[in-house]
């Protein structure tokens, strides 16, 4: 009983203000109108408006993981596994654009 009670007592409220939400979401809505911008005026530039869309997808899901699911109270080697898989996805991604510029 008294280890279920120390578990408890380790959980922190992590409170965030209205100016943080209301930044994160003005973000969100910039990146946003930011892709549809690239998709709608850059048709002209196939390669370069997938990957753009791509890397804006992925800093969203950055900001999404940072703020909404709390990656930012979370232990450092969950952001450091965050940067890794990203690290992965804009190599990966960079090598297909290669090979497709080359064909």
């Known amino acids: 009983m008294k280890d279920q009670h120390s578990i408890e007592d ?4 992590h ?14 809505i910039l990146l946003t109108l930011m892709t549809v911008f690239i998709s709608v005026f850059g048709a002209d530039l196939r390669t370069l408006t997938v990957a753009t ?9 950055l ?5 909404f699911m709390h990656l930012k109270y979370d232990p450092q ?3 450091v596994m965050m940067i890794i898989v990203m690290s992965l996805f804009v190599f990966f991604l960079f090598m297909v654009i290669l090979d497709y510029l080359t064909r």
Not at 10 to 13: D, L, T
Not at 16 to 28: C, K, Q
């Open 10 to 13: 380790s959980h922190v409220e």
């Open 63 to 67: 900001v999404v993981g940072y703020y």
């Open 77 to 79: 080697i969950y952001r």
């Open 15 to 28: 409170i965030t203000s209205y100016r943080e939400h209301f930044g994160t979401w003005v973000g969100l």
């Open 53 to 61: 869309a791509l890397l804006i997808a992925t800093v969203k899901s």
